[in-house]
C-alpha cells in the first residue's frame, strides 16, 4: 500500500535558510505564444511563500479563522530577465531577508536550471481585520529567525 505522503501536495523544502519550490509549467500558465503570462510569476512566487511559511510553522490559516490578520503584500518590485516556456521545469527560489515587528521582506528568484528567469523583492505585512499593520506573533518572528540563521533543520 502507497504511503500516505506520497498523495501529498508539494510544499519544496529549505535548504541553508532557503526555501526551494519545484513547479512545472503548463499550457494553461502561458499566452498563446507559449511563453509563461507575466502575471504568472506572481502566482508561482506566492505559492512558494506560502508553503515556505507552513514548513517553518506558520499557521496562517489558523491565525486568520481565529481574527489575527492576514499578510498582505505591500511593497513589490518585479524584474522579468527571460521567458519560461511550456512545459519548463522551474525552481522557485525564496530567502526571508528582513523581520520587523509587523512585516517580513522576502527575496525571490525563479531559475530554469542557473538561469534567472523572474527576480523579486517583496514585503509582507500582518494586517487585521481593519487593514491596519499588526504585531506578528512572537513564535512566527522566532520561526523566521530559524529559517534565516540555521542550515536545511526543517526540509
Known amino acids: ?14 535548504v541553508a535558510g532557503e ?9 494553461e500558465d502561458t499566452d498563446l505564444s507559449g511563453i509563461v503570462y507575466h502575471a504568472n510569476y506572481l502566482r508561482y512566487m506566492e505559492r512558494a511563500r506560502s508553503d515556505m511559511l507552513r514548513l517553518a510553522g506558520v499557521d496562517q490559516r489558523a491565525h486568520q479563522e481565529a481574527g489575527g490578520g492576514a499578510y498582505a503584500v505591500t511593497a513589490l518590485t518585479i524584474r522579468y ?20 515587528a509587523a512585516s517580513v521582506d522576502i527575496q525571490q528568484r525563479v531559475m530554469r536550471g542557473g538561469a534567472v528567469l523572474t ?22 518572528i522566532a520561526a523566521f529567525a530559524r529559517v534565516m540563521e540555521s542550515g536545511d533543520r526543517f526540509s
Open 81 to 100: 530577465r527571460a521567458p519560461a516556456r511550456l512545459d519548463d521545469a522551474l525552481l522557485v527560489l525564496t530567502r526571508l531577508t528582513q523581520v520587523r
Open 19 to 27: 526555501h526551494r519550490f519545484p513547479i512545472r509549467v503548463y499550457f
Open 119 to 140: 527576480q523579486a523583492e517583496v514585503t509582507a505585512a500582518l494586517v487585521g481585520a481593519s487593514g491596519r499593520p499588526q504585531r506578528q506573533p512572537k513564535q512566527w
Open 1 to 14: 500500500m502507497p504511503s500516505p505522503d506520497l498523495d501529498l501536495p508539494a510544499e519544496g523544502r529549505i
